[in-house]
């Protein structure tokens, strides 16, 4: 779930990000081995140099059509400089990308 959210996360903030907090992970339903399981990654807000990141996991089993959503949680990034510090997110250019 962290390198969903830091996938988005580096696409947003268009470089370097790092995880800073993992808040209100909730587990629903088990996963069993050789289950599908496809993960989900929404922004939720960006501050000047953070992303908070929603993410959803699901599973589907082998022999089924249907998925069921077994976990979520919110996920703090700061983007980072060359030098590892926190910096600005230009929300304009990465919305500028998607267009």
Avoid: Y
Avoid at 41 to 69: F, N, Y
């Amino acid at each position: 779930m962290d390198l969903a959210a830091g996938c988005l996360a580096a696409s947003t903030a268009r470089g370097r990000s790092a995880t800073i907090a993992v808040e209100a992970m909730r587990f629903l339903r088990p996963v069993r081995v050789g289950d599908e399981v496809s993960l989900f990654a929404d922004l939720v807000s960006v501050g000047r140099s953070s992303m908070r990141i929603h993410v959803e996991a699901w599973r589907r089993s082998r022999d089924s059509i249907e998925s069921e959503k077994v976990t979520q949680a919110n996920f703090t990034f700061v983007a980072l400089d060359p030098q590892g510090r926190p910096r600005s997110v230009d929300v304009a250019a990465s919305r500028s990308s998607e267009n």
